[in-house]
């Protein structure tokens, strides 16, 4: 497995694999890679002939600089486990490699992009469009690996890869979870063991909704998880919000539509630790 951190490095590698008429798959990362991340470039590696990761802490997604300055930060180790699962090359540039100047460029998918995570993170789709338009440009993937944890960033790079007309695509994969059902995150390193055992009951209470939902209204059924949520000492729920999956629009009755989604972000213990996850209710 090679190592570039440079786009012109990484470019001479990848022209020489698509002389060779190779297809190139792509998982873009922040680091702090864990087996959630080894899931998306395994998938890769069975489905291309070539995998390309990116590790780039991406400083224009992050609206609070705190968060940025507390993200893991693993390259050494990141790159021992893809090693093991087969990528090809990692590709962990620097900042000013990235940003050589301020990208004033603006990307705007509404709907997709205004509720939820848009909403409470003002700029946040803004900077993952703007680095994950320039990996690709860079990359020029066959296919991209996305994790379903994300569950609205995947319908803005959508917007966006039609928008700018990418001829990549894109590939959506499930969730991984840890034994007690915590959705795997790069901020769960970031827990106390108490902390990780507290955040478990988040995707509890949210299977247990589905089960509620069979003969419950979907307002109830929204206000059973952030009331159960709400009751675990050291949770408390920023929004939950029960949507369409293909427009993340809200849904007010289980009929409105045959893909309904339940998305919720919830803060987590003494620093607080920012945590998503999503169930699918339809679809
Ligand atoms: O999902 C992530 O880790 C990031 O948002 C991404 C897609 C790598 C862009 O920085």
Redesign the pocket.
Known sequence: MKLVQTIDALRSELDAVRKEGKKIGFV???GALHQGHASLVARSVAENEFTVV?V?L?PT?FNDKTDLQNYPRTLDADCVLMEQVGADLVFAPSVSEMYPEEDKRVFHYPPVDTVMEGAFRPGHFNG?CQ??SKLFEAVQPDRAY??EK?FQ?IAVIKAMVKDLGFAVEIVPCPVIREESGLAMSSRNTLLSEEERKTAAHIYKVLSQSKQFAANHSLKDTQKYVVDSINSVVGLEVQYYAIVDGDTLQNVESWSDSDFIVGCITVYCGAAPIRLIDHIKYKG
Do not use: A, E, H, K
């Open positions: 873009p990362t922040m990116s780039f991406n997604q993952v680095i994950v996305f994790g994300d960033q």
